[in-house]
């Protein structure tokens, strides 16, 4: 599966660390810092931006994502992720 995770902090780096060995995890997170260290330690493509930017995540794979998931520190963020990943 193609998944894609909005935030890669404590919970969005903990799915990530379960999933990569089995799918193609995507990472977007605007620290590029944080999405180096997912990338590094994972293996996880990451990408450096806001979830909640249509360029953002058509450049991360939208188009193709089996299952996107928010988990960032705003809920309506993670609302508004919700809706344009749809």
Do not use: C, P, W
Not at 18 to 23: D, F, M, W, Y
Not at 36 to 50: D, Q, T
């Amino acid at each position: 599966m193609y998944i894609i995770v909005a935030g890669g902090g404590v919970v969005g780096s903990s799915i990530t660390k379960r999933l990569v060995s089995e799918h193609d995890v995507v990472v977007i997170d605007e620290d590029q810092n944080v999405a180096e260290k997912i990338y590094a330690k994972y293996g996880a493509v990451s990408v450096v931006g806001n979830a909640t930017n249509i360029d953002v995540l058509k450049d991360a794979g939208i188009e193709k994502a089996d299952v996107a998931i928010g988990v960032m520190d705003s809920d309506s963020n993670n609302l508004s992720f919700s809706l344009l990943a749809k």
